[in-house]
């Protein structure tokens, strides 16, 4: 027996043989639709050919699909082409905002988080040479001695982007397993554009994207970019539990996202034993050293967030420079 629409959609976006993925895309769209989909990239006009439909209906359809989030468009000589997701994560991260979803579909999604994506983590360690993302350190954390590039400080992107907006993060929009504010992943550029056409975000101004980083910093969130040296699309503010990679990284060991060049480093003689940076720290990188009578790092496990620096009330936690900055990917 042949595979469905359906399950031919889920092999696209590289994961075959998901028994949840086409549940999902089965609730967002009909078989010729999903046919559609996966007869991209293509012009409507291609399309209107193809399934000899009016051309009027297929944009009509296009402007659907792009709410959705279910196509990308590209502007061509020949006009707009359309494509499908390449992949199961940007499937996530585009349909979870649609504003048609129900309770039903993020709880499916949720389903799929739990059953399916663990395993899938695998296959994208294993043909990933490096992660896709790398953790930004907190700003105020670093040693004074330290010198951070323009792409590893969320100000300096911030700053030198045109345009900024905020969305939910996807993550804890489906998860719901604490109560970390939502509305802080901010889109930068491009995305924020996209994001803005298509009403899953709202456009915030610099200052407000810098107060949302601080709100992110206070609650514990970790920032998470792009893992390279130029042109930025978003500044994640994650959770260690609701997150699509952090407690694939803690639970797993799965090279979810590369660290940043920097490491935490705590005072023995200025720590209180306050314990709070080791209730902060997602990665459990820190514990106490009875002997010493201090919290100390493992900078083997230590993701170089700056997370537990924001908090403690002594003053003890810096975080150095450990790697070089060739260590960040230039493209």
Known sequence: ????????????????????????????????????????????????????????????KMVDFFKKGLVFKSYKPQGIVYRMPREVMQFHDATILWHGATREYHDLWQKFMEEEWPEYTKMVEKFMPRPFSRI????????????????????????????????????????????????????????????????????VSKQEALDIIKQSEE?????????????????????????MAMPMMVEYGRAMNDPSRFCAVIDEDACEECELCLERCVFKAIEMDEGIGAAVVNADKCMGCGVCQVTCPADAIVLDEVREKEFIPMT
Request: one cysteine or more.
């Open 136 to 203: 930004i350190p907190v700003e105020q954390s670093l040693n004074p001695k330290s010198q951070i590039l323009a792409y590893e400080s969320c100000k300096d992107l911030i700053d030198d982007s045109e345009d900024i907006a905020v969305t939910k993060c996807t993550c804890r929009v489906i998860a719901h397993k604490c109560d970390s504010p939502v509305e802080v992943c901010l889109q930068l550029g491009k995305s924020a554009r996209y994001a803005l056409e298509r009403e899953t975000g709202r456009k």
């Open 1 to 60: 027996m042949g595979k469905t629409v359906y399950e031919q959609f889920a092999e696209k976006i590289m994961i075959p043989g998901s028994g949840i993925v086409p549940q999902l895309i089965a609730m967002m769209t009909t078989e010729q639709e999903a046919e559609m989909l996966l007869s991209m990239p293509a012009t409507a006009q291609e399309l209107a050919d193809k399934f000899s439909m009016d051309l009027s209906d297929v944009e009509d």
């Open 219 to 243: 609650a514990g969130l970790i920032h998470v970019t792009m893992n390279r040296a130029e042109n930025m699309h978003f500044i994640c503010n994650c959770c260690g539990c609701c997150c």
